[in-house]
């Protein structure tokens, strides 16, 4: 394995050596703290473009699972890690991390201080940074200059509808970057599912007539979307019930004219404890976020606040006051993740049919 | 703890030890009892505790009213009574003070009042714990994955059982007499036996039967729970040694790094799901076999009290699971628990993350049990033949696997890597099928000679992580070897854990000559710090473990420090004593005032609870890693126990002050059969010698001899170098308790000797005198006017109390199937108090 | 006679949440909000709604019991034997009032609630929150919340637990 460099924008250097592809990227680098998963979080979507740093020590040694894909195609632009373990679970051919990263193109960096590296990021925050051969002037300079692209939605959402069909309720899926883990959930309740791209207009969705609609994880920034889809979202919260997560959640305070803020740390783990306020039960959940919803911004007629992360205060779900529509910040879907997070699409159902419900009467 | 409202209705509390140290049983429960009592004491609830283990340091304890007492329905039935107690913890002291306390419950009548509550769980469920069929039951009922029990007395109903379910089988007592043991039969000649000794296990001569899942992997999840139902884990750890063999006594891996995140989470959920079944207020540790091909999970053990799993898992993540496990036993929401200053103000709730690995190896007795010439059977299986634990941390697995083989293997010559090169390849297959406590050099060996991964991974049912680990380790220690002197391979040497020493052998040279050459050359250690939020937030980190990165965390604590050496793991004929040593060393010089560091790698005894001391390292104690803490610390003073002479001459040469703790290079062995063991105890303070009184030790029974005792000689202080308590020994071949012992016999044949640990708690107990803290002080000239004054007539009233210490009954042949009959006195496990007349 | 659980404890949580969430919903802000649970079980269940909207929106809305075991339309003065006091019964006067049960059957308990609150109070509306709507409706009485639909046999019974007087929270079928 070769020697390689990940520099930081602000001009720090960590050595490390090379595994997966060769090649030389740039991206916003954040940290992970989850202990397992790490196959899940390479492949979500909402990482994509983003290079990350995984806290935990060994990485690689449950191999590469079939079941573990939250998106064909992995689109992260670098993977750093302290030790990198090369087991091959795959009955066709020995694919272990290494190769896998290789086939996707996309660096990693092992035998890295990662825990300085975190320590340094906890203080920094996120900053772009880069995964190169030569650490010297003219690779700083150039990261400093590059201009990472914001449109991380654009590029991972479909442009075109698709269907995953069931036989139960049909749910109408608003794309701005999709991961599996939600596909999954809705195949347990054997939902009829439309995948939408974030472009369709309010009529073509009501003449889908669906029984539900959840606005997806994406990766990026909300900011970064047309209004139309702010609009999208005001007419058919009061139409049909709604389940917005991440940035859907994030979308779907906008809509309702709350604002988002930066978060006094990024949060990326599954560790952090998140209290559902009515009945202050605490449960935990895989967590992805840079921002949150300002909760000072939240106007109490339309929304409130319905779950809350208990070591930064973060607000982690809405609910509409009038409508049968609500959001988390987290992912409700656990994958990876604690399992007991995946109750919000139990009560969405549970919503679903009381809709439908209350239309047959 | 805060000022918040826990149960009102709980005033006098009564915790229940965990008796004699055993197989299975260290000092875990009372070091647990011991951290978690004095934060009652806030409260207002008056605090009870009874134990029988003289190395209890919760009899110790000041936080409490203290009962040194065999451990017996009758006693605990008059204890409760007399103080009008009216809540119960047995969940601190484990799985036999719970199982005590339920037949207490289970025995009481009405005459004798109200049962008080027992905190952590109902009485109801309480009794289901106890019962493994009823438990097994009931978790089935709530649809929760678990092996079929089926519960017999006769054979004929065995053998019908045994065509229905075919072999393998486990087999295991119900409502076991005293240790509760599995064994699993895969040879039907051996089916037989196994029900017949399963049958006098149990106190109802009946057994239960299940199907046994050897090979497959086995997994550990510990869990919280509060009165609202919140729970959340705390720890998680893999066995490398699939089912089949003893958790004890397997290699365990935390975190899990070979499981994918569904099945864990299926797991975790599956904890989640039990805890609330049993409506627990407190800790659980729940064990899983895995069958990671099909992702089939089975709930293998439900452990709703303090363990090993809780005390290791507290001490690798940081996570102080004993302070919260109070709290949410008394009935205190997990987002109410307010900890002690120096913790972060959300590491209650947090569940805490990993960025280091730690290796817990079990240390096993044959090494002393082979110096004696007692052979006994080293294969592993389902009955648990280990003593002790040691953990080792890195950042990675090969760097924590190192240091946990230096910390349980050091001194142990069935531990050298040459020893695998003249075993034949039948044998090395067998071995492979029926590992031993050495596998791991087999495994290296069996790599060596070219096997493949696959083939090694479907022999062993060892994950092919495992493998790849240590083929990674065997290619660089060759590479290594033939290097000889490179800066390079140094530096890669280090920073996979290879220690000094190995990297002296592999290149002809003294390790001293390496610690040099790495110095010059810059490869500097980096010390780590071990807390639960993985680097997310700034942490108080207290504790620390060495490895080689770019950035070092620890920095000097006080020039006035005092470091403390630990004895490491738990074992034979040393038993707890130990750990009892130090951790009283440590409160003393807290109490002192002075700042103090403690080096130690055993994570069940109360040496590394977090408040007594200021830093802890979690480190192997050989010269090299106790020389790098020195030079980092630079303590004005070192406690070693005194068997570590090569250790304290390397220091005395550094120029450090070294204070002894006075104790024997080999443990004592006690007197055999036919004779009694005498003891003239006395009392050096660095000037003065005093006699404490005379002692007989005969089958395995320590009493005071009812005589005052004087010094018959001048003793001559070149003897005795350093402040402590020693003995002057001499033998009889006499074997009744005497009332007066003859001068002429003290001064023929004696020889003088450091007294026993063991010994010297007794000792503290019974006469209410603290010898260990007489030590430190005596060391550090800080002895009082009034401890000379209690030292210069301590002679004067030899018995106290009529307590003996005795031997606790171990039973050896179940464990270890020795050649010969193991001498209880002269390998000692686990000891007990006795009243005699 | 065997019980079969058909709720357990954490979905009968989620289901007095979403009940919570959609009074919420429909009374815009819980503004002259009176709960009124039917005893013995239906007051338990009132007052987990008042304590997550307390938990929610920081105000207590009033929780009332009225038992009407000794409720008979065929008694004149049965107000006096609803078990509530003169206040109560002073409140209830142009409140919008959420009544409570445990379980909907043929109506004709709630009937008699609603004949009785009525009759003491004019309340500008009143609406009907049931943990279990187990069908069999003899009367034209619907349920504006209902936490589970559970269609049962005539012979069946619907057991519904709660910590208070029971222990535990669950709600079985019994066969």
Do not use: C
């Not at chain 1, 988390?328 to 919000?344: I, M």
């Amino acid at each position: 394995m070769m020697q390689r460099h990940l520099i930081l924008e602000d001009g720090t250097i960590f050595p490390g050596l090379g595994f997966g592809a060769p090649a030389t990227t740039f991206g916003e680098i954040i940290f992970h703290t989850a202990m397992t998963g790490y196959q899940e979080i390479i492949t979500d979507p909402i990482y994509d473009g983003q290079m990350i740093v995984f806290a935990t020590p060994v990485v690689g040694a449950s191999g590469i699972h079939a079941e573990a894909y939250e998106s064909v195609k992995p689109t992260i632009s670098g993977m750093i890690v302290h030790d990198l373990a090369e087991v091959s679970v795959n009955r066709q051919r020995r694919m272990n991390l290494d190769r896998f990263l290789k086939q996707h193109n996309i660096p990693g960096l092992y035998q890295v201080d990662t825990r300085q590296l975190i320590r340094h990021l906890r203080e920094t925050g996120p900053q772009k940074a880069s995964i190169v051969d030569f650490a010297d002037e003219h690779a700083i300079d150039q990261l400093v200059a590059t201009v990472l692209t914001n449109k991380q939605v654009q590029s991972t959402a479909t442009p075109k509808p698709y269907a995953n069909p069931g036989r139960g309720r049909h749910i109408v899926v608003i794309d701005f970057g999709l991961k599996h883990g939600i596909l999954r959930m809705l195949g347990d309740y054997d939902a009829n599912v439309s995948v939408l791209p974030y472009t369709t207009s309010v009529a073509e969705v009501l003449t889908l007539d669906p029984d539900g609609i959840i606005l997806s994880t994406g990766p990026g920034d909300p900011r970064t979307l047309p209004d139309s889809v702010l609009t999208l979202i005001r007419v058919l919260q009061s139409k049909v019930p709604m389940l917005g997560i991440g940035l859907g959640h994030e979308l779907f305070a906008l809509a309702n004219d709350a604002e988002l803020m930066p978060l006094p740390s990024e949060h990326h783990g599954m560790n952090h404890p998140i209290q559902e306020i009515i009945t202050r039960q605490i449960f935990y959940a895989m967590q992805g976020q840079g921002y949150a919803v300002d909760a000072s911004s939240i106007n109490r007629k339309k929304l409130f606040v319905t779950y809350r992360d208990l070591v930064d205060g973060a607000v982690q779900g809405l609910r509409h006051r009038e409508f049968p529509a609500f959001s988390v910040q987290f992912f409700p879907d656990a994958a990876p993740g604690p399992l007991e997070a995946t109750t919000v699409f139990a009560d969405f159902f549970e919503t679903v049919e009381d809709y439908v419900e209350h239309y047959n009467q | 703890m805060s000022n918040i409202t826990i149960n009102n209705k709980i005033k006098k509390i009564l915790f229940i030890g965990a008796g004699a140290n055993d197989f299975g049983r260290e000092a875990e429960h009372d070091a647990a009892i011991y951290q978690v009592m004095p934060e009652l004491r806030g409260h207002g609830i008056e605090v009870f505790v009874v134990d029988e283990n003289p190395y209890a340091l919760s009899l110790e304890s000041l936080a409490a009213t203290t009962f040194w007492e065999p451990l017996t329905i009758e006693n605990l039935k008059k204890i409760v009574k007399e103080n009008n107690i009216d809540t119960v913890a047995p969940l601190f002291g484990g799985e036999a003070s719970l199982r005590l306390w339920a037949e207490v419950v289970q025995s009481w009548e009405h005459g004798d009042g109200s049962v008080p509550n027992t905190l952590g769980l109902s009485i109801e469920m309480l009794l289901k714990v106890n019962n493994i069929p009823a438990l097994t039951a009931y978790m089935a009922k709530n649809g929760l994955p678990v092996i079929n029990n089926y519960v017999l007395k006769a054979q004929d109903e065995a053998n019908e059982l045994l065509r229905e379910l075919q072999l393998p089988l486990m087999i295991r007592a119900l409502h076991p007499n005293q240790t509760n043991t599995r064994h699993i039969v895969e040879r039907l000649d051996d089916f037989e036996e196994a029900v017949n000794l399963a049958k006098l296990q149990s106190v109802t001569q009946e057994v239960i039967i299940s199907k046994a899942i050897n090979g497959l992997k086995e997994v550990s999840i510990e869990v919280l729970r509060d009165f609202r139902g919140n729970k959340m884990q705390i720890g998680a750890s893999e066995d490398m040694d699939p089912i089949g063999i003893h958790t004890a006594d397997s290699l365990s891996v935390s975190p899990i790094l070979t499981i994918q995140d569904q099945l864990i989470s299926k797991m975790r959920d599956y904890a989640f799901r039990v805890a609330d079944i049993l409506q627990l207020q407190g800790v659980m540790h729940v064990q899983f076999a895995v069958d990671d091909d099909t992702n089939k999970i089975y709930i293998i053990k439900v452990s709703p009290y303090i363990d090993q799993m809780a005390t290791r898992m507290s001490l690798a993540t940081g996570y102080p699971t004993m302070l919260v496990t109070i709290n949410l036993a008394l009935g205190v929401a997990l987002e109410d628990i307010v900890l002690p200053h120096n913790f972060g103000k959300n590491t209650a709730i947090m569940e805490p993350m990993m960025d280091h690995v730690v290796v817990k190896l079990p240390v096993f007795p044959f090494g002393e049990l082979a110096q004696a010439g007692v052979h006994v059977n080293r294969q592993l299986n389902s009955v648990q033949k280990s003593i002790g634990t040691t953990l080792g941390f890195g950042r990675t697995f090969i760097e924590a696997l190192e240091k946990a083989i230096r910390s349980a293997h050091f001194n142990n010559a069935s531990f050298s890597p040459t020893n695998m090169a003249y075993i034949n390849d039948d044998e090395l297959i067998q071995q492979l099928i029926h590992p031993q406590d050495n596998r791991v050099l087999l495994l290296i060996e069996a790599i060596k000679r070219g096997y493949e991964i696959d083939e090694l991974a479907e022999l062993t049912a060892i994950d092919e992580f495992y493998f790849y680990q240590l083929k990674h380790l065997h290619t660089l220690e060759e590479e290594i070897e033939a290097d000889i002197d490179s800066i390079k391979s140094l530096r890669r040497g280090k920073k996979y854990g290879l220690s000094d020493g190995l990297l002296a052998r592999f290149w002809h040279t003294d390790f001293n000559i390496i610690r040099t050459l790495a110095k010059e050359n810059h490869i500097d250690v980096t010390y780590k710090a071990v807390e639960p939020s993985a680097g997310e937030f700034p942490e108080n980190a207290r504790q620390y473990y060495a490895t080689y990165e770019s950035e070092n965390e620890s920095v000097q604590i006080n020039a006035d420090s005092v470091l403390v050496i630990g004895s490491g793991a738990f074992r034979m004929g040393d038993a707890a004593s130990g750990g009892y040593a130090t951790t009283i060393t440590m409160s003393e010089l807290r109490r002192l005032q002075y700042p103090t560091i403690i080096m130690n790698n055993n994570p069940s005894d109360a040496t590394l609870l977090p408040h007594l001391a200021d830093k802890q390292y979690l480190e192997p104690l050989e010269i090299s890693d106790v020389m790098r803490v020195v030079e980092l610390e630079k303590p004005q003073a070192i406690v070693i126990p005194g068997n570590r002479r090569k250790l304290i001459k390397a220091l005395r040469d550094l120029g450090q002050q070294v204070i002894i703790l006075p104790k024997e290079k080999h443990t004592p062995s006690g007197p055999n059969e036919n004779q009694s063991e005498f003891a003239l105890n006395l009392f050096y303070d660095g000037q003065n010698i005093y006699p404490i009184n005379l002692t007989q030790h005969m089958a395995g029974e320590v009493r005071i001899i009812p005589q005052i005792a004087n010094l018959p000689h001048e003793i001559s202080q070149k003897e005795i170098d350093s402040p402590g308590v020693y003995q002057i020994i001499w033998y009889q071949n006499t074997v009744t308790w005497i009332d007066t012992i003859d001068a002429a016999d003290i001064v023929h044949d004696s020889w003088l000797r450091p007294m026993p640990f063991g010994q010297i708690a007794y000792m503290t107990k019974v006469m209410d005198v603290q010898w260990i803290r007489l030590t430190i002080r005596a060391a550090l000239h800080e002895l009082t006017d009034q401890d000379v004054t209690t030292l210069e007539t301590i002679n004067q009233q030899p018995i106290v109390q009529p307590l003996s210490m005795v031997a606790a009954d171990v039973n050896y042949r179940l464990h270890l199937q020795p050649s010969e009959v193991i001498d209880g006195t002269r390998f000692e496990i686990g000891v007990g108090v006795n009243y005699y007349e | 006679m065997t019980n079969k659980e058909v709720l357990d404890n954490a979905s009968l949580q989620r289901a007095l949440t979403r009940i919570t969430y959609e009074i919420i919903e429909r009374n815009k802000g819980g503004q002259d909000l009176i709960l009124v649970g039917i005893k013995t079980r239906g007051e338990f269940l009132a007052q987990r709604i008042a304590s997550r909207l307390e938990q929610l929106e920081g105000v207590k809305i009033p929780v009332m019991a009225i038992d009407i075991t000794n409720f008979r339309d065929d008694v004149l003065n049965q107000e006096d034997n609803l078990g509530l006091n003169e206040e109560e019964k002073n409140n209830i006067a142009d409140k919008n009032i959420v009544l409570i049960d445990d379980v909907l059957f043929t109506g004709r308990t709630i009937r008699a609630a609603l004949d009785a609150l009525i009759h003491i109070g004019r309340p500008n509306s009143i609406s009907l929150a049931v943990l279990v709507d187990r069908g069999h409706r003899e009367l034209p009485i619907r349920a504006d919340f209902v936490g589970k639909n559970i269609p049962t046999a005539q012979n069946e019974k619907i057991k519904v637990l709660v910590q208070e007087i029971d222990g535990h929270d669950a709600v079985e079928i019994v066969h």
